[in-house]
């Protein structure tokens, strides 16, 4: 799947999100090995930011529905998690605002829950560098299958990421 592709639907389930419908919260990229969506409840509309607002700390009520996210995740069958968040919006969004989630936070979650877990944390608002796509083919040639791949609202680093992934696997 290209980048264009890739970002189109990630802006379609962003929007449906926000609308308040979350049937769809990932895309497939390269079928039942990789999938791409945005970290959990970017764009819920009791909890996220939306559309051109940074979204604030997760408060303690919103933990049910961070751990539902990441029901869903282990129920669909993901076995990994590759994260492009920078550690500063880890601990913005699941630290800061008392979620309480886990000691390590959100990744430490997905530990807890069995997910394998890659961080590679990429700068907001900036085209992830070769090296991190690098980074991240890596873990993805390294982790169990399916990989869920996120940043925060998956545009700007997880789409070019994914992009690069499928580039290189369906170049094989």
Same mark, same amino acid.
């Given at each position: 799947?290209?980048?264009?592709?890739?970002?189109?639907?990630?802006? $379609? *389930? $962003?929007?449906?999100?926000?609308?308040?419908?979350?049937? #769809?919260?990932?895309?497939?990229? *390269?079928?039942?090995? +990789?999938?791409?969506?945005?970290r959990p409840l970017r764009d819920n509309p009791r909890f996220g930011g939306g559309?051109?607002?940074?979204?604030?700390?997760?408060?303690?009520?919103? $933990?049910?529905?961070?751990?539902?996210?990441?029901? $869903?995740? *282990?129920?669909?069958?993901?076995?990994?998690?590759?994260?492009?968040? #920078?550690v500063a919006q880890l601990e913005h969004h699941y630290v800061?605002?008392?979620?309480?989630?886990?000691?390590?936070? +959100?990744?430490? @979650? @997905?530990?807890?829950?069995?997910?394998?877990? /890659?961080? *590679?944390?990429?700068?907001? @608002?900036?085209?992830?560098?070769?090296?991190?796509?690098?980074?991240?083919?890596?873990?993805?040639?390294? +982790?169990?299958?399916?990989?869920?791949?996120?940043?925060?609202?998956?545009?700007?680093?997880?789409?070019?990421?994914?992009?690069? +992934?499928? #580039?290189? /696997?369906?170049?094989?």
């Amino acid at each position: 799947m290209d980048l264009e592709n890739i970002r189109s639907g990630l802006e $379609r *389930i $962003r929007a449906q999100i926000y609308g308040g419908d979350e049937a #769809e919260i990932w895309i497939w990229v *390269i079928p039942e090995r +990789l999938a791409c969506a945005q970290r959990p409840l970017r764009d819920n509309p009791r909890f996220g930011g939306g559309p051109g607002r940074r979204p604030p700390p997760l408060p303690p009520e919103a $933990r049910p529905f961070a751990e539902a996210w990441v029901d $869903r995740v *282990i129920q669909a069958g993901f076995r990994s998690v590759i994260s492009l968040l #920078e550690v500063a919006q880890l601990e913005h969004h699941y630290v800061g605002g008392g979620l309480n989630l886990h000691p390590e936070g +959100l990744l430490g @979650y @997905y530990r807890s829950r069995g997910l394998a877990v /890659e961080s *590679i944390p990429c700068t907001d @608002y900036q085209p992830p560098t070769v090296s991190q796509k690098q980074q991240a083919l890596d873990a993805f040639h390294r +982790l169990p299958k399916p990989v869920l791949l996120h940043c925060s609202a998956g545009i700007d680093r997880s789409s070019p990421v994914a992009a690069f +992934l499928s #580039e290189h /696997e369906n170049s094989k």
